[in-house]
């Protein structure tokens, strides 16, 4: 088994023993209970992952935080085992707000401006400074780094880059990593709006924007996965495991609908998201 194999059976046996449940029918907590066609194939896709525990379906506040956690773990160690393939000196965390980095810092003036004059707050609202769920950036490196195999870098020459620590950046955000459990069409559109604040509000580099969830309708991942220029990507929490699901329940519908999005290059699987961090 590889490394790739060994994290992402790590991140399905964290999501069983913990967030992914089934109550006492056996219906997942990622299922509409409303909706037969929800209900059989997380069912069916559940089964595929391992057993879950059997418990009480929780808030969904409980939940999406859970499932954050989870998500952050499974990236801590995919992505770091990568480091190879991309050095320097990352952090992942959660819920950081995005004025903390150098693409974003000039919101904290924005937002001075704002609570300063009721007019200008009433105008521009507050939508542009969000806190994602789990987020990747890298530090600024020191010019002793940057010189240790040859004089590369001194005084007077890229003094206002943020990869120098010289410079006095803040760090610079990498990934805008968002966590949604399920989708209903509401969380769709928060997900497209948090990703097109990221796209508008940025000075410099755009982070990587993704969405991890563990929704089990192509219906409802569609509502978020198709279309360009707001999101890179939604990773599902098990995509080859949901692709047989359909292909067992004959449901061509769905899987045709699912079948588009990947060969779009808009839906991909958990264990993709970590190579593609590294791009």
């Known amino acids: ?42 069912q069916k896709l559940i089964e595929k992952l391992g057993r879950a525990r059997v418990s009480v379906k929780a808030a969904g ?20 085992a990568l480091s190879h393939l991309r050095p320097g000196d990352f952090v992942i965390e959660k819920g950081r707000t995005i004025s903390a980095f150098d693409q974003y810092q000039h919101l904290n003036e924005i937002e001075k401006i704002a609570k300063a004059s009721r007019e200008i707050s009433t105008a521009i609202g507050s939508d542009y400074l969000i806190s994602p769920d789990v987020l990747i950036w890298k530090k600024p490196v020191s010019d002793a780094q940057i010189n240790a195999s040859a004089d590369t870098v001194g005084h007077g020459v890229a003094s206002h880059t943020p990869f120098r620590e010289a410079s006095g950046a803040n760090p610079t955000l990498h990934a805008s990593i968002s966590c949604k459990w399920t989708l209903r069409s509401d969380r769709a559109q928060n997900a497209r709006s948090e990703g097109l604040n990221l796209v508008r509000n940025r000075k410099g580099k755009l982070p990587h924007v993704v969405i991890i969830t563990a929704e089990p309708t192509p219906n409802r991942i569609a509502s978020l996965a198709l279309g360009t220029g707001d999101i890179d990507c939604v990773y599902h929490i098990a995509l080859p495991e949901l692709q047989e699901t359909l292909a067992e ?11 588009m999005m990947v060969e779009g290059r808009r839906v991909r699987d958990i264990a993709d998201l970590p190579f593609d961090l590294i791009i």
């Open 249 to 259: 329940l004959e449901n061509e519908t769905a899987s045709e609908m699912l079948a």
């Open 1 to 42: 088994m590889s490394l790739a194999d060994e994290h992402r059976k790590e991140f399905h046996t964290a999501l069983l023993a913990g967030v992914l449940t089934v109550d006492d029918s056996g219906v997942p907590n990622i299922a509409d209970k409303g909706s037969k066609a929800s209900k059989a194939i997380a």
């Open 61 to 80: 506040q409980t939940s999406g935080a859970d499932f954050e956690t989870v998500c952050s773990d499974y990236v801590k160690r995919a992505f770091g």
